[in-house]
């Protein structure tokens, strides 16, 4: 029977499928492509086949729109020892071809993938082309896509968003990191993908990406344009400075914004960026969890000040605060310390490496230690000049810190004698340190 390219929908197929489950029902083969049939359509083809498995070999359903669960339903069907069917077609030719390139490379199925993960693989033209004719069928269903280290150029930027934008409405999370060829045309792309309504994408991962202030214009403007479903934005070791992190800064202020982990590390922001984020979060404090500013070396008074400021606010309820090499002082470190104390409830994780606030910050850091309030499960201190840790074990012997304190790093500070009797306490701890022997 060949019902191909006939405007059938779920209920024609509902009919047909009333045929298909009696007993006395001997079709062969049955062709639907392009016949609007959705998931309710598959899986109303998936009750007859299994209830009358045995004489159907040829299903084609090229074309149609099988929802999240339809291709995996008809596809266990094959697994029934009383079902006949021998062609099962979902694809046609180009996305088909498509699909056995991935399955050459990742040994499964992408029909049946929720996350493909393509890292370090060099596709080059041909393979970008094939994925993206896979990408762009409604049988490719993905949530996470992960092309990290592909060696993706602009070019080929522009053929994948362009698949994206044809099939938009699954994916959730796509990461192109360490594709340094990207370009103005493939930001460009990308951004006009992301202001695309059906396209509900959560996290969204650009390291390394040789991004622009430019291109952090265009890419923010877009986020701007559909702020409501991103959750998590890594745009770190690019070169965006206070530029692009201003225009950042209009996505962060909008209320529909609800973005929960920020990364911004090694972005050559200075006192200004870091005082732009931290205004534009004021005003939208409640739904970050985790920020990293780490590797921006140019951290002044006046950036640590209003850091603080935003750390103090009741409703900001951050979980996971970087800022490894900040050029953060110990005079900076007693203004954060101080913010912390205010409001230490929520913070499970820091990290100050490769800050030199010395003795006097980690005495400061002890005050927020001791507070019953802190639940610090990760604090990172490595190559901080520290020389006595004095404080911090009579902090963690005489309070509750070690109930939460998971991991302690004080690699790379050269500390004296005060360095056994920490160790010793945390001996017979859960907490594993990380200490220069």
Known sequence: MNLNNSRLL??????????????????????????????????????ALRSNPSHLIELDLTGNDPGPSGVKQLSDLLQDPNCQLKTLRFLGPVADEGCQYVTGIVGKNPLLLRELDLSEHELGDTGVN???????????TLNTLILWRCSITEKQCLILTSALKSNPSHLRELILSENELLGDSGVKNLSDLLMNTQFKL?????????????????????????????RELKLSRNQIKNTGVNHLCDVLKDSHCKLERLRLSDCEMTDEGFSAVTSALKSNPSH????NL????????SGVKNL?????????????????????TEKQCLILTSALKSNPSHLRELNLSWNQ??????????????????????????????????SLTQSLTNTKALQFLKQLDLSDNKIGESKQKLIDVLRDSNCKLRVDR
């Open 10 to 47: 779920d209920s024609g197929v509902k009919e047909i499928c009333e045929g298909l489950k009696n007993p006395v029902c001997e079709l062969k083969i049955l062709k639907l492509s392009d016949c609007s049939i959705s998931e309710e359509g598959y899986k109303a083809l998936s009750s």
């Open 202 to 230: 959560e996290k969204l991962d650009l390291c390394d990406c040789s991004i622009t202030e430019k291109q952090c214009l265009i890419l923010t403007s877009a986020l701007k344009s559909n702020p409501s479903h991103l």
């Open 357 to 390: 606030i010395k003795n006097t910050g980690v005495n400061h850091l002890c005050d927020v230690l001791k507070d019953s309030r802190c639940k610090l499960e990760r604090l990172s201190l490595y190559d901080c000049g520290i020389t006595d840790v004095s």
């Open 130 to 140: 094939q994925i993206s004719a896979l990408l762009q069928d409604k049988h490719c």
């Open 308 to 328: 603080s400021d935003l750390l103090m606010n009741t409703q900001f309820k951050l979980e996971k605060l970087h800022l490894s090499y900040c050029s953060i």
């Open 294 to 301: 780490s590797w921006n070396k140019l951290l002044g008074d």
């Open 288 to 291: 970050l969890r985790e920020l």
